[in-house]
């Protein structure tokens, strides 16, 4: 059993960064590979970015590359979503999600465990 919590969301102005943090429960966090989704309004929950287990790997939505970076640091169970140039369309709740597979997934009915979310608003 893996618990998420998220923290790090607020209201910040379009090109603005944001810094979002999530903390696992634990001592098997290294066993994860883990991703951020979205789901803004009357939106499906969508893939965001996703890192592998050591943090060699990392994918991302072509919404947000170049714009996003994911990390996580083992030693604290924790894993990052640094979010720069932000824009109104990135405006969503941002849930971490945890996977047991090895094989990357976009799919958010293909991991096991969620957090329960951190508003990120922009204005503009």
């Known amino acids: 059993q893996v618990q998420l919590v998220e923290s790090g969301g607020g209201l910040v102005q379009a090109g603005g960064s944001l810094r979002l943090s999530c903390a696992a429960s634990?001592?098997?966090?290294?066993?994860?590979?883990m991703a951020w989704f979205r789901q803004g309004p009357g939106s499906e929950r969508e893939f965001v970015a996703r890192?592998?287990?050591?943090?060699?790997?990392?994918y991302y939505a072509d919404s947000v590359k170049g714009r996003f970076t994911i990390s996580r640091d083992n030693a604290k169970n924790t894993v990052y979503l640094q979010m720069n140039s932000l824009k109104s369309e990135d405006m969503a709740v941002y849930y971490c999600?945890?996977?047991?597979?090895?094989?990357?997934?976009?799919?958010?009915?293909?991991?096991?465990?969620w957090g329960q979310g951190t508003q990120v608003t922009v204005s503009s």
């Open positions: 999600a945890a996977d047991r597979m090895l094989v990357p997934h976009t799919n958010p009915a293909a991991y096991d465990y």
């Open positions: 890192i592998s287990r050591g943090g060699s790997s990392t």
């Open positions: 634990g001592r098997t966090f290294s066993s994860y590979a």
